[in-house]
């Protein structure tokens, strides 16, 4: 029988020899990225909303990081999602706009640049580097970013759940199908067998189960990126029925099918979290939740606008902060639960982040990953397209308690009319500055964030300085990333003569001037308003082209106590003068002939609508001017 004094020299041994051992590598962090299509910052209870529902990522919010400040660099869907894939800003991607974009119009001043229709094969995607460094890589929902050749499959994913070229779902319940411009039926990639009037966002959640089970062992990449909440608005009949029906009232969230839509969205993301427990990967898995853009909050058929953004300006489609500015949410190992940060970051941001948290390098040959050709250029986009061309910094260390990024500014530019009503335009924003730049005009508009977006600051002489300084930052970024910019439109033919002789001046389509005039596309407004400063005024091209006597009609609309205003309308020295009556409401509109004016001649003329005197607090609101040809 060994003595006891043996077995402790062993053990002791045995102890030395395992100190010596390497430790176990920590498995590599899987992450998981929600890009919700359309949803607005303000769509969930963690960010202030009172009407929807969003338990399980009110709970997220808590258990990670949530960004105040975080930017979509788009206000539309698929240059943002290309952003994300490439850490690049769409201006250098030359993809500015939604797939395949808005054709031109003849009321449009500018012609829009020819964009990239695809995500480049020479680009270097998320993906990519993701799966050359072991990971599972797989897309789960809307691509958007290229048809046939572009699919998620050629740019770095091995699997591929409903993506293709579409930016709209065939259809929110299964059968998930449709017939193409072909005329022969097609259903959504990997979804052929769903049983019949399964929910869309279900379904999707189901396969993004079906791969993280499959992959529990593995790194993996999951680009979970849902088609809700964009139109149509379709949503299950019993989760509509949990909301009340509540008729619009401005600057309140109200509709019960995006709201229904909202929650069937939180419940996926639920899902997914408590699969991650259940497997025992949530330690090392990082979750992202963010959207493509603001929320749609423009009218685009029924039950639209989806959603309210207020107090953040306007929506979808614009470059003020309710097109901009998105949730995001994110947890993971090192990430301090219930952390704020005010730090302003974009999507271009995601790239390096992730990549920095999986360890991986930034740096890339200048071998193509095509066919390992060389780095060539392409005939819309003549610069070589590397990783050296970066427009993201990396937020690990701020996600992990350590410092926030260098100061930097960040940039916008959106060379289209969108189908929302916003205008072709660039911006920045530096610290809380930010400045909009208007292509058709080149009106600037400069805004202190933490005041909002009410009151225009450009001709404000104490922030001369600051004007010229940012414009030319936006101007020199421009420059560097090689950005298309647009062209006069040779069709141009603002408020032309209709056939019945009537010339109508819309309210969307005036040039404002000043420091609170705007347009203002709300529900049931569609006019001028905020016309509380007398300097600001606005303006109108139009043509004639058949001459005669006209008869001005305005339709307009002034609140109790508001009345009084004396208001000019001119066209070169003709002059019409017009004292504002009450209405009873700012929208409650009525139309009034205010005077006649004649034109002798053809051609185009500019109509200036300019305050006199204001004894009220505001002037009117003015949804149109029609100029009606004498019978």
């Known amino acids: 029988m060994k003595s006891l004094s043996f077995f402790r020299l062993a053990g002791s041994l045995a102890a030395a020899f395992l100190l010596q051992l390497p430790a176990a590598a920590a498995p590599k962090p899987n992450f998981i990225f929600f890009l919700i299509d359309d949803l607005g910052q303000r769509d969930l209870g963690c960010y202030g909303s009172k009407f929807y529902r969003t338990p399980h990522l009110d709970r997220m919010a808590t258990q990670g990081m949530k960004f105040t400040d975080a930017y979509a660099a788009c206000p539309v869907c698929s240059p943002t999602r290309a ?68 699919e998620p499959e050629k740019q770095g994913f091995d699997i591929n759940i409903a993506g293709d070229h579409t930016g709209t779902p065939m259809s929110y319940f299964a059968p998930f199908g449709g017939k193409g411009k072909d005329g022969k039926q097609r259903f959504m990639r990997g979804l052929e067998q769903a049983p019949d009037g399964e929910y869309l966002t279900d379904r999707l959640t189901t396969e993004a189960e079906k791969i993280i089970a499959a992959n529990q062992d ?79 909050a423009t009218v685009e058929g029924p039950s639209t606008p989806s959603t309210i953004n207020a107090p953040l300006r306007e929506g979808k489609g614009y470059l003020y902060e309710g097109g901009i500015r998105v949730p995001l949410l994110v947890r993971g190992p090192g990430i301090a639960a219930g952390s704020t940060t005010t730090n302003a970051m974009s999507s271009v941001d995601y790239f390096p982040t992730i990549l920095e948290l999986a360890g991986l390098p930034l740096v890339e040959s200048r071998e193509s990953k095509v066919e390992g050709k060389p780095v060539t250029p392409t005939a819309l986009d003549p610069r070589p397209s590397t990783l050296d061309q970066l427009d993201g910094v990396s937020l690990a260390p701020l996600l992990k308690g350590g410092p926030a990024p260098a100061a930097r500014p960040l940039f916008w530019h959106y060379p289209h009319y969108s189908n929302q009503g916003g205008k072709p335009g660039g911006a920045i924003r530096e610290d809380d500055f930010k400045l909009i730049e208007f292509y058709e005009t080149g009106r600037v508009e400069l805004f202190d964030l933490k ?84 300097a600001d005024w606005a303006s109108w091209d139009f043509e004639v082209s058949k001459p005669g006597k006209f008869t001005m009609e305005i339709t307009y609309g002034c609140g109790n106590g508001s009345g009084g205003s004396e208001v000019e309308f001119a066209v070169g020295p003709q002059r019409l003068m017009f004292k504002v009556e009450q209405t009873g409401g700012f929208q409650a509109f009525v139309k009034r002939d205010i005077g006649e004016m004649t034109f002798d001649q053809p051609g185009r003329y500019t109509l200036t609508v300019k305050p006199q005197s204001k004894p009220g607090p505001a002037v009117m609101d003015l949804p149109q001017v029609v100029l009606k040809a004498a019978k």
Not at 92 to 117: E, K, S, V
Not at 265 to 276: A, C, E, F, N, Y
Not at 483 to 494: S, T
Not at 498 to 519: E, Q, Y
């Open 83 to 150: 952003s994300i894939m490439t850490g690049k800003y769409p201006a250098r991607l030359h993809l500015t706009d939604w797939l395949p974009g808005r054709a031109d119009r003849p009321d449009q001043r500018l012609a829009r640049p020819l964009i990239n229709q695809q995500l480049a094969l020479e680009e270097v995607t998320l993906a990519e580097k993701l799966k050359a460094a072991g990971y599972v890589t797989a897309h789960v929902g809307k691509w958007h970013l290229g048809g046939e050749g572009f």
């Open 218 to 296: 593995k790194p993996f990449f999951l680009y979970f990126a849902h088609y809700t909440v964009h139109t149509p608005l379709k949503a299950k009949a019993d989760t509509i029925a949990k909301y009340p029906q509540v008729a619009g009232k401005g600057g309140q969230q109200t509709n019960a099918i995006y709201a229904a839509m909202v929650e069937s969205m939180d419940d996926s993301v639920g899902r997914i979290l408590k699969q991650l427990d259940d497997l025992k990967l949530a330690d090392h898995t990082y979750v992202f939740f963010t959207s493509d853009n603001g929320g749609l």
């Open 451 to 534: 005041s909002g977006e009410n009151r225009n600051l450009a001709e404000d002489p104490a922030h001369a300085a600051r004007v010229k300084a940012m414009v030319g930052k936006l101007d020199t970024w421009r420059i560097k990333t090689g950005a298309q910019m647009m062209q006069p439109n040779p069709n141009y033919h603002p408020s032309p003569q209709a056939a019945s002789g009537h010339i109508t001046m819309l309210g969307k389509d005036a040039d404002v001037h000043g420091a609170m005039l705007r347009f203002e596309p709300l529900p049931h407004k569609n006019t001028l308003g905020f016309w509380v400063n007398a």
